[in-house]
């Protein structure tokens, strides 16, 4: 923490802060130049958080420099972690596509949809059994009959599956059906869930929330990581901004924010983060070129009935462009030596 | 909702369009101008929503009109909710005051903070037993332990108590303790919690999400008032925006939007909503101004010493000032007939 | 400045920036924790900007805690600035109010908007003569003519003017006619403008940018004191944020920011603030009891006719009963003890 | 436009609507479903702009949906432009780069950044001569003299040069000297020196304002081609989100946005975009994959004695490695047929 003073505080009230520094336990150096006295202050984070010196007199802010998040970050472990999925790895250099539709709705429908996914060369099938939605009255989803049919479709295809989890008491019954547990955007920091998470054996896909820092996203991913589960694969869908034009602004940022701060692998999600069908395959292409280490995207057998987010979907031709389009250019970063695997 | 077409949309195009329409239920009229074809539909709000016409030929993009909530808005229900928690009522016109520490951390702090509040003149006190926090390494708060200390402090001073709820599991227990359910800003999406809530009777504060709109808020009360519980106090709070100045941005605005689209009370919470204990005042007037039914702020018997968000939290003394200056602010509103009670 | 070293930077590392910092006539000193190590660095703020070592190896980030503006600040001029404008006063704790037409439109339309102005009790008069336009085919103002009507209305009724400038070349002709300059939101950052306007000796009006920090407004203001005008009259209009359903996001917090970090007196504008007509007055009530020094609002003789803004202008008939409300509830702030002079 | 009506909005309020659009030169259709009642209104968008029915009794607001440009999009002239920078083509599906210091400092900084730039194969020098700074005591640029240098550079080495213009009066002796005239951000609504521009016949690169709108950005084009000149190339340099960690978020979907709503080349500056130097080279990957034409960046001799913007600069050995990559990625997109023209 960095204690800046004002620039008219006396000598009294440095003293005051030193003090109140020391009392809990923590040291502290003055700088003092003419226009600026700034009070280092370091030490155990815990303490550090207990320190609250801005109603002193003479002080003007204190800026916090410490991290939330250590076991998640690349100081702690600087070398990627690749996350085996029963045999897909995600991490390692290749791009892993998760694809399918918003919604399962019926059986005939997600049995469309994988045979579709399967043909195209994704490795997973998406598909939300339990939709938190932001009206009541919207489609809330098929719930446990939605993973069941989405277990069929993996029996079906041999493609793994992901599914959202909403609750800490569904957990486990998800963790049955699903390879990778995902946890949406609106509850990145429903901690309860995050730490229930932590403590099953299966790979957790983490959404970045609508409005997350990096640093909170981060934060959340410590969460699971904390509680014994190091299979956490963050996923960037898109922020919220002042433009409406898209649905969110894809933040492609994040992808090189992380592979900087953090060993763990980063997917994009570029029909939520763009909410338009047609932009799926340019932000798809760019995440690749950023280095992604994976594409999460929306496909509908006819999204012309879609019950959720039709106008985000690709039909299965531009499902087929799209992932054709990413092959080669996964190839070619890799075979190229251009793939970014950490900044 | 509107389809806009593209202006070098053709007849078939529109034709198509139209049959797309017709085949949801739903009924469309087209406008034709020279730069402009646009195609309005109307109908039953759940078909609207299967309808995707965004991937078809000609449409350049379509415009959602309808809103997703009725029971809470004014036009289903003109007259101002007034909420009766065991005889102090809010919403008609008096100003509130739900005061106290961000969290309960010992019984010693909050009977001492109890104390203090209640010899300021708020009627409520605030309190987290359990607290969601970014980091996993921060105090995480009391839980049930937190709230028999509240539910003590009610019995030596009389006051209301309010506290947060984070949990569908922990609903009846938060229940039996609290007068007023609190959700969190995090939370104002867990759609399970929200439902859960609505089968309680007992109040619920709904505090805004951190980039929650208006809309999306006003659907979460939905939530709540559908399942049968229509004592639902909105809580603004501050909204992310780029100013870092500020932990949040104090929306105001947001005050008057609800007195103009929902017959619901509004509280406001300057504490959180500028993170800094100096602003709390200036907002706190500024709030009961635009007509908020009631005020939240955090009150520390030691700021100093506060486990969590001390930075905005008061002084007893700061408190004080505060209260009188609320209290004479809102008699001067009401006996002025400045009071804005409906927009 | 603080430089944050990574965790795992060694002796090496913190000696290479020592030596940087030291090479560019700075002066630093190192805090080493276990989990920490930072470099506070303090001395001239002109040598600091040149400072980059964030390329250097081991080093995480740079924090800059240091101001861009000196002349403006609290610290510099404790106390708080009154603006006389040939006779009436800005920040002495009365509340003006300047009101008109977004546009000047023609003489008759003018001429009607300053009899109600003047009627309601307002003290300025304004109204656009040069228009800043998004569309290059929307009405872009009536240029000096627009500024002679005014003077016209001046001389009628007695009201000041306050018209904006857009051009460097237009400052001495506006100048010429006006009693206050106007910078727009769309030019805080137009430094030139800026310059020569802080060598005029007239008050300059200076609208917070649509997306502008309170650090970069206060900013822009230095630039304007530090040529020798201190006539700075700061006024808050809305920042962008997410929230689509007023037009902008009126941030009252910053009325209490800028009460707290300079002397100068600081202005509220509901109607752009909002973009709703409807919300002016809850809104123009809030800032008063924040502190605001002035109110400045949109009215139109017929807003339904407007050539542009019309949405967010008043009627003169609510015009009137804001106008009451707003010398009321101001008389009470001050009688009360309750304005907030400086925080 | 469409105006929706209060659900409880009567027949005599419709009707009272319809004759305000009907009395304004415009059509309107009513469409009224059992929830929804909502006018559309066609016509002459000029008409439309004064049609002010907010305040009208039974109207719940409006929603405009005609756009503020016509010239640059895509629907008035599908082909997509190619501009001719004196044998160099942007927006030919070849990725052109624009590489330099961020300001011009003296003669021997340009004259050896250029001959860097040129070693590593960019086709254009770029510095700033005029300098817009937030703090008046930052370095504010050489002006004249600075692009004398850069003239100086362009002789020696054969590269374009590209400078920014801030001054109507400046734009005659800035466009004498460079190949491409620059708005910058903090411009990008300064429509006088946007119309003057359009007066010239030289490119202009129009960088997107820090927290413009997509539509707002190509009604700012609009008024440069409305002039007559059509050589506009845009350049996505960064918006202003909520995000800290970056100095912008870059809006990548944005390349994909311009590329279908107008016909004009888009140029990603990932310097300014993240703030980073770190975060250029996968930003610049990502904005060639997304289909962007050109690549802006800054590069200095020695970023850690840079006058400005020194922490977002790349070494000499950083320049030439993402060279080599966006020329390799750039002839790959096009071989492969992944390049995306146009969406």
């Given at each position: 923490?960095?204690?800046?003073?004002?620039?008219?505080?006396?000598?009294?009230?440095?003293?005051?802060?030193?003090?109140?520094?020391?009392?809990?336990?923590?040291?502290?150096?003055?700088?003092?130049?003419?226009?600026?006295?700034?009070i280092?202050?370091?030490?155990?984070?815990?303490?550090?958080?207990?320190?609250?010196?801005?109603?002193?007199?003479?002080?003007e802010?204190?800026?916090?420099?410490?991290?939330?998040?250590?076991?998640v970050?690349?100081?702690?472990?600087?070398?990627?972690t690749?996350?085996?999925?029963?045999?897909?790895?995600?991490?390692?250099?290749?791009?892993v596509v998760?694809?399918?539709?918003?919604?399962?709705?019926?059986?005939?429908?997600?049995m469309a949809?994988a045979?579709?996914?399967?043909?195209?060369?994704?490795?997973?099938?998406?598909?939300?059994?339990?939709?938190?939605?932001?009206?009541?009255?919207?489609?809330?989803?098929?719930?446990?009959?939605?993973?069941?049919?989405?277990?069929?479709?993996?029996?079906?295809?041999?493609?793994?599956?992901?599914?959202?989890?909403?609750e800490?008491?569904?957990?486990?019954?998800?963790?049955?059906?699903?390879?990778?547990?995902?946890?949406?955007?609106?509850?990145?920091?429903?901690?309860?869930l995050?730490?229930?998470?932590g403590?099953?054996?299966?790979?957790?896909?983490?959404?970045?929330?609508?409005?997350?820092?990096?640093?909170?996203?981060?934060?959340a991913?410590?969460?699971?990581?904390?509680?014994?589960?190091?299979?956490?694969?963050?996923?960037?869908?898109?922020?919220?901004?002042?433009?409406?034009?898209?649905?969110?602004t894809?933040?492609?940022?994040?992808?090189?924010?992380?592979?900087?701060?953090?060993?763990?692998?980063?997917?994009?999600?570029?029909?939520?983060?763009?909410?338009k069908?047609?932009?799926?395959?340019?932000?798809?292409?760019?995440?690749?070129a950023?280095?992604?280490d994976?594409?999460?995207?929306e496909?509908?057998?006819?999204?012309?009935?879609?019950?959720?987010?039709?106008?985000q979907?690709?039909?299965?031709?531009?499902?087929v462009?799209?992932?054709?389009?990413?092959?080669?250019?996964?190839?070619?970063?890799?075979?190229?030596?251009?793939?970014?695997?950490?900044?």
């Amino acid at each position: 923490m960095v204690i800046i003073m004002r620039s008219d505080a006396d000598e009294n009230s440095i003293q005051r802060v030193m003090e109140a520094v020391e009392a809990n336990g923590l040291s502290a150096k003055v700088m003092q130049g003419a226009a600026q006295k700034i009070i280092g202050v370091i030490g155990d984070k815990e303490k550090m958080c207990c320190l609250d010196v801005e109603s002193l007199k003479g002080v003007e802010k204190t800026v916090n420099i410490s991290k939330n998040y250590t076991l998640v970050s690349r100081e702690f472990h600087p070398e990627s972690t690749v996350i085996d999925v029963d045999g897909i790895k995600i991490g390692n250099g290749n791009v892993v596509v998760m694809a399918g539709p918003c919604a399962v709705e019926s059986k005939e429908q997600i049995m469309a949809s994988a045979e579709i996914i399967k043909a195209g060369g994704a490795q997973f099938l998406r598909g939300g059994a339990y939709k938190p939605r932001t009206s009541p009255y919207s489609f809330q989803g098929l719930e446990e009959l939605g993973l069941k049919y989405l277990a069929d479709a993996r029996e079906r295809t041999g493609l793994k599956i992901i599914s959202e989890v909403t609750e800490v008491e569904n957990v486990k019954k998800v963790a049955e059906y699903v390879d990778v547990l995902q946890v949406g955007a609106r509850n990145m920091q429903h901690f309860r869930l995050l730490k229930e998470l932590g403590r099953q054996n299966k790979p957790v896909l983490l959404k970045r929330g609508m409005s997350a820092t990096i640093e909170e996203w981060l934060s959340a991913a410590e969460y699971i990581v904390n509680e014994g589960n190091n299979k956490v694969i963050l996923c960037e869908r898109g922020i919220r901004s002042y433009e409406s034009y898209t649905r969110n602004t894809l933040d492609l940022s994040a992808v090189a924010a992380i592979k900087h701060l953090s060993h763990l692998p980063i997917v994009v999600d570029p029909s939520h983060g763009t909410g338009k069908w047609r932009m799926v395959k340019p932000m798809a292409y760019a995440a690749v070129a950023a280095g992604a280490d994976g594409i999460m995207m929306e496909v509908h057998p006819d999204p012309a009935v879609a019950l959720s987010d039709g106008q985000q979907s690709l039909t299965p031709e531009h499902y087929v462009e799209v992932m054709k389009g990413i092959k080669a250019l996964s190839g070619f970063m890799q075979d190229s030596g251009l793939y970014i695997r950490e900044l």
